[in-house]
């Protein structure tokens, strides 16, 4: 039984060591400037977004775990605020033509040559950022992330 536990000890040091080491060049503190048309037809500035934490999502077509990932960033999107940048996923009709052949509604503000992922130093994707509504930077992840736990840390950033 101890060693059961050790080693589940074990991993999940290990796991909180790879999360540390995968956010560890990502944007921390006031959340860097986003704003633009989205492919929507909306002009969105995060730093509007003060009445509750929102999710700013780096994503691409091209990245197969963006697509899984997709659908629960829709369903967030229906209770939360959500910006997504589509970065390096080409022209904006390319773009368009993805959310289509998806049935994605979120918003999302093309980024074709990366200049967005840059300034949030977005090295992978998905890249998720959870912005309080002090318009920092509350907690971050790179690759896959449970809609759930963007949910809880979303939900953490209201009560915070």
């Not at 589940?8 to 860097?32: C, K, M, V």
Request: net charge neutral; aromatic share 10%.
């Amino acid at each position: 039984m101890a060693s059961r536990i050790i080693s589940a000890a074990a991993l999940l040091l290990g796991l909180f060591l790879i999360h540390l080491w995968q956010t560890r060049d990502l944007a921390e503190g006031p959340a860097p400037a986003l704003s633009g048309h989205t492919l929507q037809g909306e002009w969105l500035d995060i730093g509007k977004f003060t009445e509750r934490p929102l999710l700013v999502h780096f994503w691409a077509s091209w990245c197969p775990i963006c697509k899984v990932e997709s659908g629960g960033i829709e369903s967030l999107s229906k209770d939360y605020p959500v910006v997504t940048v589509a970065m390096q996923s080409g022209s904006e009709n390319d773009v368009t033509e993805f959310l289509r052949q998806n049935q994605l509604r979120f918003p999302v503000i093309n980024d074709p040559d990366g200049k967005l992922a840059s300034a949030w130093r977005v090295t992978g994707v998905p890249t998720s950022y959870i912005i309080g509504r002090d318009g920092r930077v509350r907690f971050s992840s790179v690759g896959y992330t449970l809609p759930l736990t963007l949910r809880m840390r979303l939900w953490l950033a209201e009560i915070w």
